[in-house]
């Protein structure tokens, strides 16, 4: 069956430093993959897309890896602030499909002062 | 900036009673989406819309749903005879099409959250 998985468990880290949060798939074939950012009560927020045939995106103090290998992508974000805190959902597009995201279940980040 | 906004933010509806969720997407968009989000779970896709008719739907999307442009603005879900289960956050999204007909990545309004009692 097809699965994304996020760490269900919170990441806590330390202002200033790389918060790095995973996205796994199987049995995908995506064309794409999308983070988003999510905050209580509110609607997800774009942040990056990477295509099939990219390997890295960066975007300000955000940089996200995709590797069709291992079939993960890595979210890093650097030098973090407690704003970053929120949940970031990774989301698949697949390739000769419709293109429609599929979100897994989000990781919280938490940043702390 | 533009933004796809939704109302109402809020809405509570007694079971069996029928709900219009309304969402106004991005004024050049051309695909739109309904998704849900029971609390503490992940974000589910409905159905997305395009040329005035549905495109996808997931199989939650049964008959009890149904979607709507009434006019060149507005996009609605409709659900009937609301049950329990139905209490969820409710996102409208919105993505562009590119040249040669690729989507862009979807813009998400804030939500309506659903209660049914």
Not at chain 1, 4 to 10: F, L
Not at chain 2, 69 to 97: H, Q, W
């Amino acid at each position: 069956s097809q699965k994304i998985e996020q760490n269900s468990e919170a990441l806590n880290i330390q202002e200033g430093k790389t918060a790095t949060l995973t996205c796994n798939y199987t049995n995908y074939s995506p064309a794409y993959l999308q983070w988003y950012r999510q905050d209580p009560g509110r609607g997800p927020v774009f942040l990056l897309l990477i295509r099939e045939n990219e390997k890295e995106k960066r975007k300000e103090r955000l940089k996200v890896t995709f590797d069709t290998t291992l079939k993960q992508s890595l979210f890093h974000i650097t030098a973090s602030q407690p704003a970053d805190s929120a949940t970031y959902l990774c989301a698949l597009g697949e390739s000769g499909g419709s293109y429609i995201p599929t979100f897994g279940r989000g990781t919280s980040l938490i940043v702390h002062p | 900036e533009p933004e796809v906004t939704q109302t109402p933010s809020h809405q509570v509806t007694q079971m069996g009673q029928e709900v219009i969720l309304r969402c106004v997407p991005i004024s050049n968009h051309l695909y739109f989406y309904w998704y849900r989000q029971i609390l503490g779970q992940k974000v589910e896709f409905l159905v997305s819309f395009y040329n005035n008719e549905i495109s996808e739907k997931s199989e939650i999307f049964d008959d009890q749903f149904s979607v709507e442009r009434p006019d060149g603005s507005n996009f609605t879900l409709k659900i009937r005879s609301t049950k329990l289960e139905d209490s969820a956050m409710y996102f409208c999204a919105s993505s562009e099409v590119r040249t040669g007909g690729a989507r862009t990545e979807a813009f998400f309004g804030q939500g309506t959250r659903l209660t049914v009692v």
